[in-house]
T-cell receptor, first 114, second 108 residues
Framework: DAGVTQSPTHLIKTRGQQVTLRCSPK?????VSWYQQALGQGPQFIFQ???????QRGNFPDRFSGHQFPNYSSELNVNALLLGDSALYLCASSLGAGMSSPLHFGNGTRLTVT | GIQVEQSPPDLILQEGANSTLRCNFS?????LQWFHQNPWGQLINLFYIPSGTKQNGRLSATTVATERYSLLYISSSQTTDSGVYFC??????????FGQGTELSVKP
């Protein structure tokens, strides 16, 4: 039973560039959420995708966008990177948006912006 | 929005000791989960526990929803229990709000 997989594991980008992170949900899950975790902080909710639509969004600017594909996998795109975007980006999958169900996280993508 | 407070922020234990971690939240919730983040950053779901009590080996958790708190108990701690423990809650159908975590260090 494959868990949540994320790629790449590490990424170094220059300020102003754009980045795409990828996530495949746990088998049987249909909902993908993205979180940003700065050093020493708890994860912060970016947005949630279900049925290929953004269902909920946290307090993040429009530079952060996403997509969900018919196979439930998802991408997170960040445009015009800032130094402050350096963080661990975590993808989580669950069953049924709007329903309370356990969240399963991938190992994350560590993004460094220089 | 809902606020989540965890205590203590840091905890140092000798191997074999027991501990209790607390999570207070400011509003009613329909979802509460406990996670362990290991030193490599991997976030593992320990419990999905919006109410009641659950046990899994040396770990157990209790949520008293009416009083807006949850407790995570770790018994006979091991060095592999080290890491950060997060409580996260949700009352909007999928938008988990995380606390700041409790950093646990278990010494051999």
């Amino acid at each position: 039973d494959a868990g949540v997989t994320q790629s790449p594991t590490h990424l170094i980008k220059t300020r102003g560039q754009q980045v795409t992170l990828r996530c495949s949900p746990k088998s049987g899950h249909d909902t993908v959420s993205w979180y940003q975790q700065a050093l020493g902080q708890g994860p912060q909710f970016i947005f949630q995708y279900y049925e290929e639509e953004e269902r909920q969004r946290g307090n993040f600017p429009d530079r952060f966008s996403g997509h969900q594909f018919p196979n439930y996998s998802s991408e997170l795109n960040v445009n015009a990177l800032l130094l402050g975007d350096s963080a661990l980006y975590l993808c989580a999958s669950s069953l049924g948006a709007g329903m309370s169900s356990p969240l399963h996280f991938g190992n994350g993508t560590r993004l460094t912006v220089t | 929005g809902i606020q989540v407070e965890q205590s203590p922020p840091d905890l140092i234990l000798q191997e074999g000791a027991n501990s209790t971690l607390r999570c207070n939240f400011s509003d009613s919730v329909n979802n509460l989960q406990w996670f362990h983040q290991n030193p490599w950053g991997q976030l593992i779901n320990l419990f999905y526990i919006p109410s009641g009590t659950k046990q899994n080996g040396r770990l157990s958790a209790t949520t008293v929803a009416t009083e807006r708190y949850s407790l995570l108990y770790i018994s006979s701690s091991q060095t592999t229990d080290s890491g950060v423990y997060f409580c996260a809650v949700d009352n909007q159908g999928g938008k988990l709000i995380f606390g700041q975590g409790t950093e646990l260090s278990v010494k051999p």
